[in-house]
């Protein structure tokens, strides 16, 4: 498995010079981009409004796999823990921010705070009395 993962871990890191120099963005904004476009995929696939934990958590292990590639592919400039620390606090700011304000600005409807309709005047809501026969 430790083979898998840093074979996974270098074939990624070739695949996020490789996009770094084609976006022309630097490796900041990639985190940042980044985060946000998981954030949002996983919101869709999971059905999920993006305030979601579990949206959020898979961002979280998608940067940590990130940073685990970083310290064994020795990516340049980024195979130190400060750089790691950097980048974590990068990429995990917007999702963070995301999660307690879309809790706090637009709560979820739960039953107690859906509103009950009002009772109908016209009494459709009882029994057709049963007509007399004669």
Not at 16 to 39: F, P, Q, R, Y
Not at 78 to 92: G, Q
Not at 98 to 121: D, M, N, Y
Request: contains cysteine; neutral net charge.
């Amino acid at each position: 498995m430790q083979e898998y993962l840093l074979y996974l871990a270098e074939r990624w890191i070739g695949c996020k010079i490789w996009l770094i120099e084609k976006v022309g963005l630097t490796n900041d904004a990639m985190h940042i981009h980044g985060s946000l476009m998981i954030l949002f995929v996983s919101a869709m696939v999971l059905r999920r409004r993006p305030d979601s934990l579990w949206c959020w958590f898979i961002v979280f292990i998608a940067e940590l796999f990130n940073e685990y590639a970083d310290l064994r592919a020795n990516a340049p400039g980024e195979a130190t823990l400060d750089a790691s620390l950097h980048d974590l606090y990068n990429t995990m700011f917007w999702p963070t921010v995301i999660l307690i304000l879309g809790r706090f600005l637009f709560p979820r409807k739960t039953p107690e705070r859906q509103r009950v309709p009002a009772a109908s005047r016209d009494l459709a809501h009882q029994p057709l009395e049963q007509a007399t026969t004669v």
